[in-house]
Every structure is written in structure tokens, then in C-alpha cells.
């Protein structure tokens, strides 16, 4: 059984932390004077609250970002490729006065800020998406580099936000060449491969052929939107007599199309490559990804 004392000695300590102490002063030592204290101490916290949550004098906002902090969208060309020296242009907000860019996920990297200027952008092109400024640099990733290296630019105006660029894997690449703007003359490439591309102008069309067999389990994935590209793909693919397979525009949710497809036959296939606004620029790039599923 638990005595007097010991109920005593359990409220004392469940009220040990109140700074009201009279409860203490009107009855000292004794098991009237806790429940006192204890419901005194209630009783001003509840006075004091509501004053408490109007005048929050130690909370902290978030500082708003600066009007002229500058912004990256993507990268032209828009893979990065480790192991060697590249040239390469951040577009985006604010980035014609940038003086340093710091780049985290990979060291040792060298980098070094050449020049920047303002870009006008296009009367059909989307000003949000282009970006209005850029800056050109220099850059080395070390071999070995992971996709999550992150690029930060520096100017009077502010710093950036981190920006992921889009690091070339071990998918063996190809460059994008042109003119393969139709079926006959469609650029071959190999499965599995990571064709490098770019959406030149309005209304262009990239087509590639392939080799495939009845059976075949391929993934075909355009990587260009989530890294900030301004293309917004839409990608078809053809059987050896030009008929549709399958099409595929967005994927749960981003401008990036997936497609998942059984060919159907052995032979020749064909893949296009379009802008779903036909709209497209030098700023235009894209990774392509033809590959067999795991």
C-alpha cells in the first residue's frame, strides 16, 4: 500500500518544475500545500499561454530569398561527363553576374567561371523554362563521379540553390547526328545505349533505329525535364513497317516519358523524338535510354 508520504513525495515531483511556490508559503511540508501548488501553477500557465502564442517573440522566420539571387535551371550541354575538362553554360535567373560557382559530391572537381550575359529569350519559347541569363564555365569532375553532385552559383546578388546536374553513367553513350529527322534517315544505335541529344528547333524530329527480337523486354526512358531542360517529350516507337507500337507522353506526373514494351517481332524498330509544343532550341537537350529490363 502505498502510504500518505509516498503519494506526497509523487506529487512534489510532478510539480517539482512549477515556479509557483505559494502553495509552499500558505502550507509548507505538508500534502495540501503540493495539490496547491500544483493547481496554482495550471492555473497561470493557462493565463499565460494565450499571451504566449500572440507574441512569439523568439520565433523564426524564414529569411525570403533575395530578388536578385541567381537561379539554375540546366546545363548546356545538359549530361556532365567526369573524368575530363568541359566546357559547359548554367542558363537561368540572375546569372550574368555571377563570379563563382562551388560545386559539392565531388572532390577534388575543378571549376572555373569564364563569363555571363543576359539572353534574351525567344518569342515562342517559354520564359520561365529558358531561362534570360547564363554563364559560362569550366569544369572537371573527377572519375567516378555520383549523381548526387550538386552545382551552387555565387553573385553579388546571392547564392543559388543546389542544382543536380544530370551525370553521364555507365550506359555506353552516343552522340546525336543530324540530319535524322525521318524514317529514311533515321540514326542507328545500339542496345543498351544513352543517345545525347538535342531538340534543335521548332518542330523537329529525332528518329533512331534499332535491331530487336520477338520477345524483347526494353526499357526506352527520355531524361530532360527533371533536370531542368525545357523539352518536354514526347517519344513513339515504330515497327519495320513504320506502324505504331506504342507512344508515351508524360509519366506519373513529369514531362519525362517511360515506356515499358514487349517488341512484338523481330527486326528493325524505329524511335522518334519530339517536342509535345514543337517548340526547340540549342537549349533543347535530352538523354534518350534504350535499354533491356532487369
Request: charged fraction near 25%; glycine fraction near 8%.
Amino acid at each position: 500500500m502505498a502510504s500518505p508520504n509516498g503519494l506526497s513525495e509523487w506529487t512534489s515531483v510532478r510539480c517539482a518544475h512549477r515556479p509557483d511556490e505559494i502553495g509552499a508559503v500558505l502550507f509548507p511540508n505538508s500534502m495540501l500545500g503540493n495539490h496547491l501548488r500544483c493547481l496554482m501553477s495550471r492555473l497561470i500557465a493557462l493565463l499565460v499561454l494565450p499571451f504566449a502564442l500572440l507574441h512569439p517573440a523568439t520565433a523564426q522566420k524564414p529569411s525570403p530569398a533575395k530578388k536578385d539571387s541567381p537561379k539554375i535551371l540546366y546545363t548546356v550541354p545538359l549530361v556532365l561527363t567526369p573524368g575530363t575538362s568541359q566546357k559547359l553554360t548554367l542558363r537561368g535567373r540572375n546569372l550574368d553576374t555571377v563570379k563563382e560557382v562551388k560545386v559539392t559530391g565531388a572532390d577534388p572537381a575543378k571549376v572555373k567561371v569564364l563569363a555571363g550575359k543576359k539572353t534574351p529569350v525567344g518569342n515562342n519559347q517559354p520564359g520561365e523554362r529558358i531561362g534570360d541569363t547564363e554563364v559560362a564555365i569550366e569544369l572537371e569532375l573527377p572519375k567516378g563521379t555520383k549523381p548526387e553532385v550538386t552545382l551552387t552559383a555565387i553573385s553579388p546578388g546571392g547564392e543559388s540553390a543546389a542544382y543536380t546536374p544530370l551525370i553521364r553513367d555507365e550506359l555506353p553513350p552516343v552522340a546525336e547526328k543530324e540530319p535524322n529527322d525521318g524514317f529514311d534517315q533515321a540514326q542507328t544505335i545500339p542496345v543498351p545505349s544513352a543517345v545525347e541529344g538535342t531538340i534543335k528547333g521548332e518542330r523537329d524530329v529525332d528518329v533512331y533505329s534499332f535491331a530487336g527480337k520477338k520477345g524483347d523486354k526494353l526499357v526506352i526512358e527520355v531524361q530532360a525535364a527533371r533536370f531542368g531542360s525545357p523539352v518536354d517529350a514526347l517519344i513513339t516507337l515504330y515497327d519495320g513497317d513504320r506502324k505504331v507500337v506504342a507512344a508515351v507522353d508524360d509519366s506519373d506526373g513529369s514531362p519525362d516519358p517511360v515506356m515499358m514494351v514487349t517488341l512484338p517481332r523481330d527486326g528493325a524498330f524505329f524511335l522518334s523524338l519530339i517536342d509535345a509544343h514543337d517548340l526547340g532550341g540549342p537549349q533543347f537537350g535530352y538523354r534518350l535510354v534504350v535499354r533491356k529490363q532487369k
